[in-house]
């Protein structure tokens, strides 16, 4: 299996112009854009457990690389 990342931008509740990103890391056999529209539901748990942020936009890439996939390409609202 090869690693993906799952790369969420993230804003401050309270703050919504403090963002960052963060990354979950799969190890799966699915291309970018699976992973960016299969995103949703590890997005709202990783939400639920962090309630002072929510999330604004996800791409999926690989690690290391420049290859990606925008969640807005895979016609799924961000």
Sequence with gaps: MNPIDLVITICAVLSPTTCEE???VFDS??????CAMAAP?????????HPKWTAVK????????????DAS?????G
């Design 73 to 77: 390409k895979a016609g799924t609202a």
């Design 22 to 24: 963060t990354r979950l």
């Design 41 to 49: 539901p590890y997005i709202a748990q990783w939400i639920g457990e």
């Design 58 to 69: 996800w791409r999926c890439e690989y690690p290391h690389s420049n290859d990606k996939a």
């Design 29 to 34: 056999n699915i291309s970018l854009t699976q």
